[in-house]
C-alpha cells in the first residue's frame, strides 16, 4: 500500500511563501490523482488543491486560485504545493492524498490520512 509523507511547512509572514512535499513510497505513484487538502483548527478537513495522475489538469478551491500552484514529479515519486501571498486563514495542517476521481477529487479519495504538515501565517 502507499504510504504519503508530507514536509515543508512552517511559520512564515503574511504575504510570504512556501513549497510543500509529499512523497510517496510503498507502491506506484504515478497511476494516482493526487491532490491536498488541509484542516484549520476547529474546522472540517477541506479540500485545497488536486492535480491529474499525467499533471496535465489541475484544480484549486477559489480561496487559493492564482495564490497556490500544485504540481508533481512522478520520476521522484512526489508531489507539491507552492503557496505565495500566504494569509492568515491559510494556517491549518496540510495533507495530501489519492483519489481516483479528479473531478470530485474528495469523493474518490481514498487511503489512510498522513500526519499532515504544519502551516502557521502569522506576523
Known amino acids: 500500500q502507499v504510504q504519503f509523507t508530507e514536509s515543508g511547512g512552517g511559520l512564515v509572514q503574511p504575504g510570504g511563501s512556501l513549497r510543500l512535499s509529499c512523497a510517496a513510497s510503498g507502491g506506484t505513484f504515478g497511476n494516482y490523482h493526487m491532490g491536498w487538502f488541509r484542516q484549520a483548527p476547529g474546522k472540517e478537513r477541506e479540500f485545497v488543491a488536486a492535480i491529474s495522475w499525467s499533471g496535465g489538469s489541475t484544480s484549486y478551491t477559489n480561496s487559493v486560485k492564482g495564490r497556490f500552484t500544485i504540481s508533481r514529479d512522478n520520476a521522484k515519486n512526489t508531489v507539491y504545493l507552492q503557496m505565495n501571498s500566504l494569509k492568515p486563514e491559510d494556517t491549518a495542517v496540510y495533507y495530501c492524498?489519492?483519489?481516483?476521481?479528479?473531478?470530485?477529487?474528495?469523493?474518490?479519495?481514498?487511503?489512510?490520512w498522513g500526519q499532515g504538515t504544519q502551516v502557521t501565517v502569522s506576523s
Open positions: 492524498a489519492p483519489s481516483t476521481n479528479l473531478g470530485d477529487f474528495s469523493s474518490g479519495r481514498f487511503g489512510s
